[in-house]
């Protein structure tokens, strides 16, 4: 889970400072049954998580995610 969290946090964080709309918020909610966690960035348009734009064998992250929620 730890490096699903970071998959994202870096996806987010490189989207922020790359299109230059800094706004990144980060929320971590426990209830008794349930783990929420969420990010939120603006971005350009949304990623394609069967394929990288960063190039050959570069940016795998989201799809070797299994929690993608686009």
Known sequence: ???VIGIYLDN???EVLTNGK???DMQIISTD???TIRI???CDKIPNVKK???G???GD???HSKFNFF
């Open 33 to 35: 049954n349930n783990l």
């Open 1 to 3: 889970m730890c490096e």
């Open 12 to 14: 987010a964080l490189e």
């Open 61 to 63: 992250g989201l799809k």
């Open 56 to 58: 050959k064998d570069r």
């Open 22 to 24: 800094l706004k990144f």
């Open 52 to 54: 990288s734009s960063k």
């Open 40 to 42: 939120d960035n603006e």
